[in-house]
């Protein structure tokens, strides 16, 4: 029996580097939100109430990032 795996493929989703996350500070200054509009934002995903609000975030424990891509993704579909 053989298996069909592309070699290229990692074998679980990509994490982006430390360097590629973004602090709420930075996205704020980013995007032109507060950092309290962001937290509505993340809020309003959490609830399922928009799925779509502000850009997508990553939370390890307590501590929240926005993946640059992700906050660049968002700023290109606000133009």
């Known amino acids: 029996m053989s298996c069909n795996i592309e070699d290229n493929a990692p074998p679980y ?3 982006p580097s430390l360097s590629d996350l973004l602090t709420p500070a930075q996205t704020a200054r980013l995007t032109g939100h507060p950092a309290t ?4 934002y993340r809020s ?5 109430q ?5 850009p997508d975030f990553i939370k390890h424990g307590t501590a929240v990032f926005y993946p640059r891509s992700a906050v660049e993704t968002y700023i290109a579909g606000r133009g």
């Open 50 to 54: 928009s799925s779509d609000a502000g």
């Open 44 to 48: 309003r995903r959490n609830t399922g």
């Open 37 to 40: 509009v962001l937290a509505v």
């Open 13 to 15: 989703p990509t994490t």
